[in-house]
């Protein structure tokens, strides 16, 4: 076996189906991509436009965005160059590169919905100390830190995966380079990339999903205890659209990643990983607008 890796391009099924399903979903696909895009730089303009928006909860916001806006990107425009041409080439180094920004993204993504439920914390269970505790300049550091963590930790990971060797089929069944697929072709042991993707779980999964699980713990503890049915709701209403992302974000991300995959068809396993790489980035900013009286009032200002 070479000391090298043998394979210098990956081919990606994407969608195997005819061509009248194919463009149907080319034009869908394209269509959720740009009102992503859209959506989620308008959150970017209105937030950095309104003076009222310029807070922690909305400085989340704008980098929930911004990763959202890096994540179609990464995934949907080869996506929809695989559609076109019934299947795609990717060379290796553009297969593992497209796996580090989407793992760094979903990384990215855990920690921002953390430290969001935290300020939502803080601003409820602990109104007297938030505004000493989370001011503008610890909001930016705690998002800053979530970046480089992200990029960092799932960086050691890929360049595990990328001195692995390929010298068998470069056939990848799916729309994008993922980790399982693309282990699947490996001809070296993986033993320590999985061992890797193990030990990474705790600080990128377990750690925020904890975080965000006693968080609103204290938080619904804390809102039993006012006394007013109508203060109750204003409280927990601050809540709703950060628990709404939270639900969908995990409850597609686990849905992926711990069903079985045995037996399991290729155009399922497709389907659902469309929910996290092309319908959650189109969901934040739908449910952060409508559910947000502050965006719309920012927006209603900008427009006039």
């Known amino acids: 076996m070479q ?10 099924l994407g969608f195997q189906n ?6 149907f979903l080319f034009f869908l696909l394209l269509l959720i991509y740009c009102l992503t895009i859209c959506g989620n730089l308008l959150i970017i303009v209105l937030v950095s436009y309104c003076q009222n928006l310029q807070c922690p909860m909305y400085i989340f916001l ?24 019934i299947h795609g080439t990717i060379t290796f180094m553009g297969c593992i590169t497209q ?6 993204s979903e990384t990215l993504e855990c920690f921002l919905l953390m430290v969001m439920s935290y300020d939502r914390y803080l601003a409820i269970c602990d109104p007297l100390h938030y505004g000493s505790i989370m001011k503008i300049s610890f ?4 998002a800053a830190v979530s970046w480089v963590l992200s990029f960092s930790l799932i960086l ?10 390929f010298c068998g089929s470069n056939i990848i069944d799916h729309f994008f380079c993922d980790l399982a697929p693309l282990l699947e072709l490996s001809c070296s042991e993986t033993y320590i990339v999985q061992i890797e993707v193990i030990l990474l779980s705790v600080p990128v999964i377990i750690v925020p999903c904890l975080v965000i699980l006693a968080s609103y713990i204290h938080i619904i503890i804390t809102v039993t205890r006012i006394p007013s049915n109508i203060d109750r709701q204003k409280v927990f209403s601050t809540c709703i659209s950060h628990l709404t992302v939270v639900s969908i974000f995990y409850g597609t991300l686990f849905t992926v990643y711990t069903l079985p995959t ?16 092309v319908g959650t980035p ?7 607008s409508l559910r947000n009286k502050d965006i719309k009032k920012a927006l209603k200002k900008m427009l006039k």
């Open 99 to 104: 796996l580090y920004f989407f793992s760094a």
């Open 139 to 142: 909001s930016l550091k705690l």
């Open 62 to 85: 704008t980098q929930l965005s911004m990763n959202d806006i890096l994540l179609s990107t990464d995934i949907v425009p080869n996506m929809l160059h695989t559609i076109v041409n």
């Open 18 to 23: 005819d061509k009248s399903i194919r463009n």
């Open 156 to 165: 050691i990971d890929i360049l595990t995966i990328s001195n692995l060797q």
């Open 262 to 277: 045995r037996g399991q068809s290729s155009h399922l396993a497709k389907a659902l990983s469309l929910l996290y790489t």
């Open 3 to 12: 000391e090298t890796n043998v394979t210098s391009e990956f081919i990606l």
């Open 282 to 288: 189109l969901m934040n900013p739908i449910i952060y």
